[in-house]
């Protein structure tokens, strides 16, 4: 007998049967990758041109400073070599007219310090120059004084020695002769010795006074007011030339 429930013929399950697994509703992806080919859209990017292409908007100044800024390339057509700014045209007809006055009084007043300092440094060359022929002309007085001397002191010792023969041993007296000749002797190295120190002196040191005195001067014009710059060069200039 068979056990209660639902029969073969009613469509059920029979007892020893699988089940079949329920397939799901839902229709899945393919698995395969996609064989259709993308379609590939067109570039919205325009290509750059260069700066110096004709085509390419000219610049122009600023509408707030149009004298100060003006144009440099007026005509766009002409490529790079027309890029130079033309600054004269900014600038009024006065100014355009005390230009080359003002660079010819620059240029007057270079070559005038230019010339300044020039006669300066000869000045300073000429002044140690003589400074040291002092120097040397002292040197020479002074050796020659220093030989007098010796050679008084020489004679002075030898009339003494005169003097004490005659002292102990009573003769003629020579010895006053050897005294004169060692007393002109050294008054002509005590003129000598003086000469020497005056000139060493006036010599010593070799060092351009007057020159480092006039720059000192010049420096103290120049650094003056700005007014009285160029009147100052000015003055020294005509002083010189006349």
Same mark, same amino acid.
């Given at each position: 007998?068979r056990?209660a429930?639902r029969?073969?013929?009613?469509?059920?399950?029979?007892?020893?049967?699988r089940?079949r697994p329920?397939s799901?509703?839902?229709?899945?992806?393919?698995?395969s990758?996609?064989t259709r080919?993308?379609?590939s859209?067109?570039?919205r990017?325009r290509?750059?041109?260069p700066?110096w292409s =004709?085509?390419?908007r000219s610049?122009?100044p600023?509408?707030?400073l149009?004298?100060?800024?003006?144009?440099?390339?007026p005509?766009?057509?002409?490529?790079p070599?027309?890029?130079?700014?033309?600054?004269?045209?900014a600038l009024? =007809?006065d100014d355009r007219?005390s230009?080359?006055q003002?660079a010819?009084a *620059?240029q007057e007043i270079?070559d005038?310090?230019?010339?300044?300092?020039?006669?300066?440094i000869e000045?300073? +060359?000429a002044?140690v120059?003589a +400074? !040291?022929n +002092?120097l040397i002309r002292? !040197?020479v007085?002074?050796?020659?004084?220093?030989?007098?001397a010796?050679f008084g002191?020489?004679?002075?010792l030898?009339?003494?020695a005169?003097?004490?023969?005659?002292?102990?041993?009573?003769?003629?007296? *020579?010895?006053?002769?050897?005294?004169v000749?060692?007393g002109?002797?050294f008054?002509?190295a005590g003129?000598?010795a003086f000469?020497?120190a005056r000139w060493f +002196?006036?010599g010593? =040191?070799?060092?351009?006074?007057?020159?480092i005195?006039?720059a000192?001067?010049i420096r103290?014009?120049?650094?003056?007011?700005p007014?009285?710059?160029?009147?100052? *060069?000015?003055?020294r200039?005509?002083a010189?030339g006349s």
């Open positions: 007998m056990p429930g029969s073969a013929a009613a469509g059920g399950p029979c007892p020893g049967a089940r329920r799901s509703t839902r229709s899945r992806a393919p698995s990758p996609r080919p993308r379609r859209r067109p570039s990017r290509p750059r041109r700066w =004709p085509s390419r610049w122009s600023s509408p707030r149009p004298s100060l800024y003006p144009n440099p390339n005509n766009p057509n002409a490529g070599a027309s890029l130079s700014p033309s600054w004269s045209s009024a =007809p007219d230009s080359p003002i010819a *620059i270079s005038r310090a230019t010339a300044l300092v020039r006669e300066e000045l300073a +060359k002044e120059s +400074k !040291v +002092k002292a !040197v007085v002074a050796t020659v004084a220093g030989v007098f010796v002191l020489a004679v002075l030898n009339g003494f005169w003097l004490l023969y005659e002292l102990v041993f009573p003769a003629n007296a *020579i010895y006053w002769g050897f005294f000749v060692a002109a002797l008054v002509l003129l000598a000469l020497a +002196k006036r010593a =040191p070799p060092t351009p006074d007057m020159a005195d006039e000192q001067r103290e014009t120049l650094s003056g007011e007014g009285g710059q160029l009147e100052a *060069i000015a003055a200039a005509e010189d």
